[in-house]
DNA sequence: ATATGTAATGTTATAATATAACATTATATA
DNA sequence: TATATAATGTTATATTATAACATTACATAT
């Protein structure tokens, strides 16, 4: 079984205004769905995550949104994120400190990360065989699983034979 | 295939000072083995860490170390875990920016880690079927790993079953 | 036993990440 | 239009981590 690919690696070409187009759109629809507020500072914090190829750093975030916004401050960003990890529409890279867009907004599992450590990106998967031995194991040892964070550090393709 | 538990909860019983001191004997011969130093504030952070059974964070080590030796700072224990980390002695549980014992010292792959939100601690695995597939997978999408980062949120059996 | 290079630790400062707490404003809807 | 609630503004501070340079301890070659 092969595992759904969220989110790929760029591989130089790609310049993805059309992902981010996608996401806002999706952003929308999900949060009109529910009844849920997409504020233009939520849009917006949601619109720089996916305007980088790499994970992107609160503060990074901040500091463009300081050039837009007088009022801007950490818990301007900090409660933008918190509200798209909540609706499923960015992932936090924990063994990075940074965030991403998710690949499939709205989508139940929490995908697993492959990070290069040469270019920086990140590339999403979706594998329910993965998600299922994981819960397998837990069950074994009577744990109840919340949440699963996977995070595979390494080189990508591209990268590798770029050597 | 059952995954092999290298740190289990506690379940209440088990103070484990066998635990520290076995944790600290195998640290010793394992640096001695290969010529590395296994220095006081070494050992003491490490045995620091092993006393709890929850993930401990830097900053609380350093609390402790204060009061043992004046010249503690961040970069005191900072330095003793980057060691204690490289050396496969501890592990840090990104998700809680926090550090633990490993469970089975100079092993290879990095484990897998159930965390319990209610009780606050934290079990290892060794699961190969896991890191197997896991490995596969990246494969498959010509991703060559360097390490592995498992961390299960959810709850343990023994707090399951006091609720 | 002593000199010497390297590794470890000491020391000070600061960077990077994140949240608390309370005030104000905007929005939905009764 | 009043009102409750959610969102944002604002200030301050907590938490986590590293940089940079000085000093000390240690291993080992002589």
Redesign the interface.
Known sequence: M??K?LREFSRGRHKHSACITDALKAAEHSCKERGIRFTAIRRRVLELVWASHEPVKAYDVLDILRNERSSAAPPTVYRALEFLLEEGLVHKI??LNAYVGCGEPGHLDSG?F?I??SCGEV?E?D?P??VK??TE??K??????????????????QC?SSK
């Open positions: 092969q595992a690919v924990e063994s697993q492959l290069c450590s590339a998967l594998d065989e993965l031995l994981i194991k837990a074994q040892i009577g744990f109840s699983i919340k949440d699963q964070i996977v995070e595979i550090l390494g080189c990508c393709s590798l």
